[in-house]
């Protein structure tokens, strides 16, 4: 099992521009989760899909919009990009809605 | 707002050594906490976790202590090896949802 993949690794966007962070979970998992983890600092919910055709808004939501294309997918959208949204973008996924999460290996955001 | 914290924020120890990661939170109506460990360039990784009515849970060389007096938590490595070197994150949350509260993280590095 590849577990939790995310593409692309790394993304440089101008500000304005947009762009969609995937996110696939190959473990049968029914929630999926979008966190963004800044310099120094822990990670911070974005947005969450406790199953599929559900989603709900995080710690901060605000820039962002998420689409869960299916059990296995979920998607973070970047409309109008920020130097703000500069960040490493981490998709997790569990069984239920629980703390135990696997995490992907992230995606490096830069927005200049 | 109420948060999680650490006290450390980097700690270095001999290979073979027990090394002690700290953790303080501050929102009284947390009942589960959680340590994650965070390899460079990859995704957290969960450790082990507590409810708010143990004191002390044991894994596979790491202890994990609970002191709701003083609302603090520690995490206890046994023998520590080159490859527990990391980000380590405790996180808190409430049994009545899932949503994960991070610390900033303690950068453990292991002397050989």
């Not at chain 1, 808004?57 to 919009?65: R, S």
């Not at chain 2, 994150?89 to 303690?106: D, M, Q, V």
Request: proline residues 4%; positive net charge; aromatic residues 10%.
């Amino acid at each position: 099992n590849a577990g939790v993949t995310q593409t692309p690794k790394f993304q440089v966007l101008k500000t304005g521009q947009s762009m969609t962070l995937q996110c696939a979970q190959d473990m049968n998992h029914n929630s999926m989760y979008w966190y963004r983890q800044d310099p120094g600092m822990g990670l911070r919910l974005i947005y969450y899909s406790a199953s599929e055709g559900t989603t709900d808004k995080g710690e901060v939501p605000n820039g962002y919009n998420v689409s869960r294309l299916n059990k296995r997918e979920f998607s973070l959208r970047l409309e109008s990009a920020a130097p703000s949204q500069t960040s490493v973008y981490f998709c997790a996924s569990s069984l239920v809605l629980s703390y135990e999460q696997y995490f992907g290996p992230g995606t490096r955001l830069t927005v200049t | 707002g109420e948060n999680v914290g650490l006290h450390l924020p980097t700690l270095s120890v001999q290979e073979g050594d027990n090394s002690i990661i700290n953790c303080a939170y501050s929102n009284s109506a947390s009942d589960y906490f959680i340590w994650y460990k965070q390899e460079s360039g990859k995704g957290p990784q969960f450790i082990i976790d507590i409810r708010s009515n143990m004191d002390k849970r044991q894994g596979q060389r790491v202890t994990v202590l609970l002191n709701k007096t003083v609302k603090h938590l520690s995490l206890q490595i046994a023998a520590t090896q080159p490859g527990d070197s990391a980000v380590y994150f405790c996180a808190e949350t409430r049994s009545s949802n899932y949503k994960l509260t991070f610390g900033k993280g303690t950068l453990l590095t292991v002397n050989p």
